[in-house]
């Protein structure tokens, strides 16, 4: 199945810097690469997601990285703010013909920016 | 409609006691899953529905019980709960196969007494 791995777990900035949070995964097959931003107390939400028909992909300050030959992809959040502050995951899908579809969730990394 | 809909988003429960947890979408997904997310942890998947019919039982115990009415609806049935079983229970839907606009309803923060 697929495994995910998510670096750091925590990081702190100072607001107006930039951000970086890394994965890989291990099933070259996976097509699919969302970020989630959960804050404390609130669902999981859906931030910005790359197929892997593109290298890059960019909305506002967000924008994710994906190197297929690599197998990893990467969140980079600019001038962050406060209200960056939040949980961040990243996930990767697999497919199984007897079980279907499932996503598989990083550990999580604690974004922190300090004002 | 680009919501998933949980009910109810609070409820505390006794050991013995049933009740059930329901999640709606009218987003045309075929995939509906239910995940038990621990603070600081990731969500924890429990159970994926595809096409209406259970695909992956993740070696969930008995007393989780899911239940997919249509193509819009999914149930989570719970009986005889105990304390560790405290969660956030997040329910999901997607685009079959490749997992497209995977998203996430607003969960029930279950607390078992």
């Known amino acids: 199945g697929e495994n995910v791995e998510q670096h750091p777990s925590t990081l702190s900035v100072q607001e107006g810097d930039s951000a970086v949070i890394k994965c890989t995964y291990s099933d070259s097959a996976s097509n699919y690469f969302p970020w989630y931003k959960q804050e404390l107390g609130k669902r999981p939400q859906l931030i910005i997601d790359?197929?892997?028909?593109?290298g890059e992909k960019k909305d506002q300050r967000i924008a994710v990285t994906l190197n297929k030959t690599a197998k990893h992809f990467s969140l980079h959040i600019t001038e962050t703010q406060p209200e960056d502050s939040a949980v961040y995951f990243c996930a990767a899908p697999s497919w199984r013909e007897t079980s279907g579809s499932r996503l598989t969730f990083g550990e999580g990394t604690q974004l922190t920016v300090n004002p | 409609d680009t919501e998933v809909t949980q009910t109810p988003k609070h409820l505390v429960m006794g050991m013995t006691n049933k009740k059930s947890l329901k999640c709606e979408q009218h987003?045309?997904?075929?995939?509906m899953y239910w995940y038990k997310q621990k603070a600081k942890k990731p969500p924890e998947l429990m159970f994926v529905y595809s096409y209406e019919k259970l695909s992956i039982n993740e070696s969930v115990p008995s007393r989780f019980s899911p239940e997919c009415p249509n193509s819009s609806l999914l149930n989570l049935h719970l009986h005889a709960l105990q304390p560790e079983d405290s969660a956030l229970y997040l329910c999901?839907?997607?685009?079959?196969?490749?997992?497209?606009?995977?998203?996430f309803g607003s969960g029930t923060r279950l607390t078992v007494v």
């Open positions: 790359i197929r892997s028909n593109v």
């Open positions: 987003m045309g997904h075929r995939a």
């Open positions: 999901a839907s997607s685009q079959l196969d490749n997992n497209y606009g995977y998203t």
